[in-house]
């Protein structure tokens, strides 16, 4: 299978030696995704605030694959504070229909760039 670089300017870039996703045949892996704006590279203020742009940048990076949220077999969060589980579990519930996808909720000591919320996927392409 042919392996595709994903990348869109809808999300920001990739601040190290990787891409935003990758897609092999139908399915599309991302990279984890912060809470910054892809336009500024600023990071927003704030768990709310960091999971909703994380979320939109993720999305941003499936519509590209020709994916979506509602499309993600499973997701992977991370959170400097697991304190914040009930905050993201209200956020994510805005971005993703049901049937719910498999999830995992890490909790780290720190994140890039100061980050407090980071969010990867695995994807289909229908």
Known sequence: MTKQ????????????P??????VG?????????????????????????????FKN????????????????????YETDVADFSAVNAIMAQYVPEPFPARSTVGVASLPKGGIFEIEAVAQVQ
């Not at 990787?18 to 897609?23: E, G, H, L, P, R």
């Not at 139908?26 to 336009?39: A, H, I, R």
């Open 5 to 16: 670089i994903i990348h869109t300017s809808n999300a920001p870039a990739a601040i190290g």
């Open 26 to 54: 139908n399915m599309v892996f991302t990279s984890g995704q912060l809470g910054l704006d892809p336009v500024t590279g600023e990071l927003a203020s704030g768990i709310e605030a960091q999971a909703h742009q994380a």
């Open 18 to 23: 990787y891409s935003q996703a990758v897609k």
């Open 58 to 77: 993720l999305d941003a990076i499936l519509k590209e694959a020709g994916s979506s949220l509602a499309e993600v077999d499973i997701f992977t969060l």
